[in-house]
């Protein structure tokens, strides 16, 4: 005799059995789990058009994505000298969406001198040449930035769109070293702003003043972010064979996605290290700058970074802890809370326990590295890290025994010189 089939229930079917591996507890998570998932389905599909939660309205300081496409900055705050405040506000006459994007301009700049002079215990020159003033790489965390403000412009956009050069860098250079009482030591190239920046490619500065340095057998340090550099192979093998150049690339993150929103017109990584390839399969000594870390964001990648530019060739390393002084303080907030909101105090809390309670601390011998228990960890990880690779078990000196000042034009050569 046929037994009836029973009444199935009404509404969704109920979720699918547990295997019998699973106990009692497991099963009741699984089906709490299938109860939630069908009553957001059910609210979904509820929703309307007028349901629907707007974005929230961009801050009225800072600059629309599209006109900073490229650019590190977010905002274009006036220069800390200024008297004038600028804010943006739409009168109705124009609409902001009609203002043009932020482009590069390069303005000429004639010094006096070409030197500038260090008395910093913090670096390891004492003297340095910088071609350009602005960057157009826009890393948001460039110490340089502040400089803008004797321009009278910003530390933000303007820093990296409104860039100076100065063309007659080179003569300078050569009438400077040429002076009788001059004495030589190395010279930094790069360290304010990056020589080699794209704006390179056409004033060729960087090159004209490797090629006095050269002719004056004058040494030199460079660093750098960009793989132009390579371009100078021509220059910089022979300097390298006399002990006269060494290359230092600056490489802060190996994610090239946060590289493109930190250092946005900078090199990639890979970049980067096949640069310090090529120049050390070339003969050029190189080292790595692990510089800035940055606490929460990149301090993670300290060995990684250093594992990889030892592959790449360089045999000395260092780093520099961020530093946000002046206007960089802002703008780097900014930066953070837009692309780490969920970061943002953490890392903010761990700058101020770098600096004693502030978020930077200007003290010679602490504000590259910091002070307390993580700014102590990291140097213990790169101390590690360094020895464990063999960097800098050798450091490479450069040598002032190869300068001359070859004879100027009009100049009468010496009584006893090569050419009587």
């Known amino acids: ?75 274009n705050p006036a220069g800390r000298f200024e008297p004038h405040s600028r804010e943006r506000f739409d009168d109705g006459w124009q609409g902001l969406d009609d203002l043009p994007p932020f482009r590069t301009s390069v303005t000429v700049e004639k010094p006096r ?23 157009e790489h826009g890393c948001v965390y460039c110490f340089a930035r502040p400089t803008h403000a004797y321009q009278g412009l910003s530390a933000g956009l303007d820093f990296e769109t409104k860039l100076f050069a100065k063309p007659d860098a080179p003569e300078l250079l050569a009438k400077e070293l040429a ?65 006269l150049v060494k290359v230092a690339l600056s490489i802060t993150t190996l994610d090239a996605k946060l590289a493109r929103i930190m ?47 030892v592959a790449a060739g360089a045999t000395e390393a260092g780093y520099v802890m961020l530093r946000v002084p002046l206007e960089i303080r802002d703008l780097f907030r900014e930066w953070l809370l837009t692309h780490f909101p969920d970061r943002y105090r953490h890392v903010l809390s761990l700058l101020k326990e770098l600096h004693g309670g502030r978020e930077y601390d200007s003290t010679f011998g602490q504000r590259m590295t910091g002070t307390g228990p993580y700014a102590w960890t990291l140097a213990r990880r790169f101390e590690i890290a360094a020895e464990r690779l063999g960097l800098n078990r050798r450091h490479t000196r450069l040598t002032t025994r190869h300068f001359t000042r070859p004879p100027q034009k009009g100049e009468q050569l010496s009584l006893f010189g090569e050419g009587i």
């Open 113 to 135: 001198t070409i030197i500038n002079r260090n008395e910093s215990p913090d670096v390891g020159f004492d003297r340095s040449i910088n071609p350009y003033r602005g960057c």
């Open 179 to 243: 002076k009788p009482g001059y004495e030589p030591r190395t010279i930094a190239l790069g360290i304010n702003t990056d020589g080699y920046q794209p704006i390179e490619r056409e004033w060729r500065l960087t090159r004209r003043i490797l090629e006095v340095l050269r002719d004056f057998g004058h040494p030199v340090g460079i660093v750098t972010k960009s793989a132009l550099v390579v371009r100078d192979f021509d220059i910089l093998g022979p300097m390298a064979e006399k002990g």
């Open 1 to 75: 005799m046929q037994r009836p089939a029973p009444d199935r229930p009404s509404g969704p079917p109920p979720p699918p059995s547990a295997p019998r591996h699973l106990g009692r507890l497991a099963q009741q998570r699984r089906d709490a789990r299938a109860l939630e998932r069908a009553e957001a389905a059910r609210d979904l599909a509820g929703l309307s058009d007028m349901d629907a939660v707007a974005p929230a309205p961009m801050p009225d300081w800072m600059v629309e994505a599209e006109r900073r496409r490229g650019r590190g900055a977010l905002s």
């Open 263 to 309: 250092e946005p017109r900078a090199a990639t990584p890979s970049r980067r290290l096949d640069t310090l390839r090529r120049l050390s399969e070339a003969g050029v000594p190189t080292a790595v700058l692990v510089a800035p870390v940055i606490p929460a964001v990149t301090d993670a990648e300290l060995e990684r970074i250093l594992d990889a530019a």
